[in-house]
């Protein structure tokens, strides 16, 4: 045992040994072994293009490695060539033989040979030509662009014919160019320089004589090489805008240095570095070769008339003529009329610090491809305001630092369907300004942040409609609710001629206000707000958010509902009763008391009748104050309730048989409360009927304007009230009925109902309610006996003809129209004169049963109001003349229904039964 002990010892020993020489053995052989040889593999022959009688020739190649051949065609016939040998060693000058049979086809035809080394291959293409071919030396010629000759080696077997086909206006042949060998041949050719910056393409044709066999000559001539492309550049882009016509365009297209032309800044080797020409003129398009000015660092052609495509669509990407601008550091294109979509590529423009595009015609996303320019702190300041840009706007830009800034730059879109959708609140950036009044300097977060809302007003100064704008809108608001925390920032634009204008206004005007002209940021940037086009606004609140931004009928918010009838701009009364609610909601009533009553019982006439005796309607406002008389709000409120008395049949029609008086009441506040003495004509609040009023104020006003022997038609427009009542004394023909209808905050849509329902129905046509009042719950009543003597005493009077007593089709009001040709929608319905049941109307739907959800006189009603208006005229009465006037334009259900942009339910109706006075 001991002894294999040993020898398995000495085994190991020998073992560990022999592996150490080994390894030394080893590493002596590493350290001399040659360095490693590149691989080659060189051809060194060039195969022609074989006979096609069939021809033979070789390969010649040199090589470090074995190598073998593998061929290919796309034909499925192989058997016409051969290629031998197909492997071998390595070696110099290996030649490898290439035979083709005879090509009986007229077309060309070819194979490739493959040849690998061990590391390497080549392709080797072999051609065999078409029988009776006209062989040209070489199938394609590239040429520079000047003018110059070239000579065409041609060998042929046949008989032939040159065309020159596309080109034939630069390539000419010269006439004495054909030898006079059959078999090899030169022509000669002049080619025309070529002038335009692409590159063209020629054809020459060598055709049989005999057969439709040819051979053909692509000759490709390069474009033409600018030796001044810069200023060429510029030559295009006069021409292309119209640049004759510019305001300033000093020595343009001349050969003056380029740093002389007007509005062209050069470097010190002449290269275009800027371009500055806004408020120019120019007219037209940007010419393409402004892609030539590829030293070009600042691109000003802001306010001009340029139109054109911003970008130009290749394959689904959009492209510009700026894309390859890379030293661009500002491009403003404002105010032009360009069109199309944002180009995909301006984030590449790494230097871009300054992009204004606002005021254009651009209809395109915000793209997410733009989120470059916005990550790892770059900031390009983006002014895209007045485009018609929608969509989401990049989260990217949402979370930048500066959004605030950004947001104010792009929020104010055109109407058209056009909106940027963001999640983030915007906030107004801080800045400092003087004011142009006494010259102070303030910030304007110290301005916001000391009151409740904050105007920034943009207004020219230079401008008639800015002009207007503050004399009524601001005049009003501001002075109704200043004491409250409203106050106005108008900023006007930069300039020394608009700040002098400014202050001129201000003297001239007293203007209480801040005015600014000039405002910079902490950085002495100019913030850009949403300004143009003036006037415009945007209101904040006292943390600076940013709350509406108003510029056109379409910027206000969506869930402002506006009459479609009215026109929504600036300085219409649809505007006035948007800030109307949304001050309210900021102030509630205003605290503001009258000092000015001048103009109390002042009157004038709106509208004077045309035909008969002329019917008088006398408008009257309460609870409207001196600012709202001297802006001229009164008077909107009082020409809109005139619009709504004959905005549906019967009284549209008749029109011009009404005389129009508006007679103006100041009073001390503007509400109605329980104090008589805050307003004009004594109105005050009610909890039985909404209102009330004595009565004893009004005639005075009345008698202003109309004479004595008179019996007007008083319609009292009441301001921040949602009341309607009638006061009947009778048919009006010996006293006056006087109709109230309230003009809620916000709420014109309100006040057109209650004036058809109140002053047309109730006041003027002596008409019945058709409602039912809902005391208890959802649960219709039965009419008492009390209230159906006194309806039998109001109808033994002439009035409430509408409803009836009775069922009975032979003996209601309407019994005429009830299965008339015109009026097959005519019956009886149970319901009406505030109960359920035991009276009945003669539609489903009518102004007096739901003057909110139709806006439509039945067709008694209608009858009823054409008799008044006739018998009052002077005219007198006919069925037959009413039949002939009468439409229900309007009607629920016909399918042209006249409705208020909402619905109210029943138990908010504001409507109030007539006060039956009885006539003195």
């Not at 005219?875 to 208020?900: A, I």
Request: with cysteine.
């Amino acid at each position: 045992m001991l002894r294999l002990t040993k020898i398995i010892l000495l085994f190991f020993a020998v073992f560990l040994l022999s592996s150490f020489l080994w390894s030394c053995s080893e590493d002596k052989k590493e350290e001399i072994l040659p360095p490693p040889v590149e691989p080659c593999l060189t051809v060194k022959s060039d195969l022609y293009p074989l006979n096609a009688r069939g021809d033979s020739t070789e390969l010649v190649f040199t090589t470090n490695e074995s190598w073998n051949i593998v061929t290919e065609t796309e034909e499925e016939k192989r058997d016409w060539y051969r290629v031998y040998p197909l492997s071998g060693d390595a070696g110099e000058d290996i030649r490898v033989n290439v035979q083709v049979d005879s090509n009986l086809s007229y077309s060309d035809r070819n194979f490739v040979i493959l040849l690998k080394s061990e590391s390497l291959e080549e392709r080797i293409e072999v051609r065999q030509l078409k029988q009776n071919v006209i062989l040209l030396g070489g199938n394609r010629y590239e040429v520079t662009f000047e003018e110059q000759t070239l000579t065409v080696e041609v060998r042929s077997n046949v008989d032939y014919r040159v065309e020159i086909g596309e080109g034939s206006d630069w390539i000419i042949e010269t006439p004495d160019s054909r030898s006079e060998e059959l078999k090899r041949r030169e022509h000669v050719f002049r080619i025309a320089n070529n002038l335009q910056e692409s590159a063209r393409t020629g054809l020459i044709f060598f055709r049989d004589l005999s057969s439709s066999l040819s051979d053909e000559l692509t000759l490709i001539q390069s474009g033409w090489e600018d030796p001044d492309p810069e200023r060429t550049a510029l030559v295009s882009i006069y021409e292309s805008s119209g640049g004759d016509s510019w305001t300033r365009n000093d020595n343009w297209c001349s050969d003056k240095p380029l740093s002389d032309w007007y509005g062209v800044e050069t470097d010190a080797w002449g290269h275009v570095t800027a371009l500055r020409l806004s408020h120019n003129n120019l007219s037209g398009t940007i010419s393409e070769k402004i892609s030539k000015l590829t030293g070009l660092q600042h691109l000003d052609l802001s306010w001009n008339d340029l139109g054109g495509e911003i970008s130009i669509d290749i394959k689904g990407s959009m492209y510009s003529n700026l894309d390859n601008l890379l030293e661009l550091e500002s491009i403003n294109f404002s105010h032009n009329r360009l069109e199309g979509y944002l180009p995909d590529n301006w984030y590449k423009l790494e230097k871009l610090q300054y992009l204004n595009l606002s005021f254009n015609r651009i209809k395109s996303w915000l793209s997410t491809i733009w989120d470059p320019m916005f990550k790892n702190g770059r900031t390009v300041d983006l002014i895209l305001n007045g485009n018609y840009l929608y969509g989401d706007i990049p989260k990217s830009i949402q979370d930048h630092p500066d959004w605030n800034r950004l947001a104010l730059q792009m929020i104010r879109q055109n109407p058209g369907g056009a909106r940027l959708n963001y999640d983030k609140d915007i906030y107004l950036p801080d800045f400092t300004f003087t004011d142009l009044s006494d010259g102070s300097e303030h910030s304007i977060r110290e301005v916001y942040s000391a009151n409740k809302l904050t105007m920034l007003l943009h207004w020219d100064p230079l401008q008639e409609s800015s002009g207007d704008f503050i004399s009524t809108i601001v005049r009003r608001f501001h002075t109704l609710f200043r004491d409250q925390g409203f106050t106005v920032v108008g900023i006007t634009p930069e300039g020394e001629e608009y700040r002098e204008a400014a202050k001129r206004y201000i003297r001239e005007q007293g203007i209480s206000w801040t005015a600014v002209t000039d405002y910079r940021d902490s950085e002495g940037r100019r913030i850009i707000l949403p300004d143009y086009p003036y006037p415009s606004y945007q209101l904040v609140d006292g943390s600076g958010k940013l709350r509406v931004d108003i510029f056109s009928s379409e910027s206000f918010p969506t869930t402002f509902n506006l009459e479609k009838s009215s026109p929504m701009d600036m300085l219409s009364f649809a505007h006035t009763d948007y800030l109307n609610l949304f001050f309210w909601n900021i102030f509630g009533e205003s605290t503001y008391e009258s000092t000015d009553y001048r103009m109390d019982k002042q009157y004038e006439t709106l509208q004077r009748a045309s035909k008969g005796r002329g019917i008088d309607i006398v408008l009257l406002g309460d609870a409207f104050t001196d600012i709202d008389i001297a802006t001229g709000h009164y008077r909107n409120v009082m020409e809109y309730a005139m619009e709504s008395f004959f905005s549906i049949e019967p009284t549209k029609t008749y029109r011009d048989y009404f005389n129009v008086h508006m007679v103006y009441a100041v009073s001390r506040r503007a509400c109605i409360g329980d104090d008589a003495s805050q307003t004009a004509l004594g109105t005050v609040s009610d909890k039985t009927n909404g209102i009330s009023n004595r009565l004893n104020l009004i005639p005075d006003y009345i008698s202003t304007v109309v004479p004595r022997g008179v019996i007007p038609y008083p319609s009292i427009i009441m301001n921040n009230s949602n009341a309607g009542l009638a006061y009947l004394k009778g048919t009006g023909i010996i006293e006056p009925n006087y109709s109230f209808s309230g003009y809620p905050i916000g709420g014109i849509e309100f006040l057109k109902s209650l004036i058809i329902h109140e002053s047309v129905g109730h006041g003027f046509g002596l008409l019945a309610d058709e409602y039912e009042d809902y005391q208890n719950g959802w649960e219709k009543e039965e009419i008492p006996e009390s209230k159906k003597n006194r309806l039998k005493l109001d109808q033994a009077r002439g009035l409430c003809f509408n409803v009836s007593l009775t069922d009975d089709p032979t003996t209601v009001y309407w019994s005429h129209l009830i299965g008339h040709p015109r009026y097959p929608y005519v019956g009886i319905y149970e319901g009406g004169d505030h109960y359920g049941w035991g009276v009945w109307r003669s539609e489903l739907e009518s102004s007096m049963r739901s003057s909110y959800n139709y806006l439509y006189f039945n067709a008694i009603c209608r009858e009823l109001l054409v008799k008044r208006i006739l018998e009052l005229s002077g005219e007198g009465y006919s069925f037959e003349k009413f039949l002939q006037m009468d439409s229900d334009e309007g009607r629920p259900y016909k399918g042209t229904s006249v409705r208020p942009p909402f619905g109210v339910k029943r138990n908010s109706w504001v409507h109030h039964p007539p006060v039956m006075l009885g006539e003195q």
